[in-house]
Nanobody, 125 residues
Framework: QVQLVESGGGLVQAGGSLRLSCAASGSTFGRFSSTYAMGWFRQAPGKERVFVAAINWDSTSSAYSDSVKGRFTISKDSAKSTAYLEMSSLQPEDTAVYYC??????????????WGQGTQVTVSS
């Protein structure tokens, strides 16, 4: 099994920055951590969960949704079994619960087998 725990969410003013972390653990992850891609998704109230960013297993490829491209940066530290999402120039429309996920590299929910519980990000105007 793999456990993912997000942290770093909070309340920030528009134009501000936040850094989300996703710590992975579990016996399966310990053995295969270098093979997992990591992704971030978000879900705003009353809306579906949507793709934000992904990074492949060796950090050589990354992908972003158009809405965050140029503002968000995903990274992965395999030695620490942790993924990060650096968010800058935050806007109220970025308000959502942010989820990290581990699995295959992609932008679809079904690409990821393991999910965290989510961390709330609220951007005030």
């Amino acid at each position: 099994q793999v456990q993912l725990v997000e942290s770093g969410g909070g309340l920030v003013q528009a134009g501000g920055s936040l850094r989300l972390s996703c710590a992975a653990s579990g016996s399966t992850f310990g053995r295969f951590s270098s093979t997992y891609a990591m992704g971030w998704f978000r879900q705003a109230p009353g809306k579906e969960r949507v793709f934000v960013a992904a990074i492949n297993w060796d950090s050589t490829s990354s992908a972003y949704s158009d809405s965050v491209k140029g503002r968000f940066t995903i990274s992965k530290d395999s030695a620490k079994s942790t993924a990060y999402l650096e968010m800058s120039s935050l806007q109220p429309e970025d308000t959502a619960v942010y989820y990290c996920a581990a699995g295959a590299y992609g932008s679809r929910i079904v690409d990821y087998a393991y999910w965290g519980q989510g961390t709330q990000v609220t951007v005030s105007s």
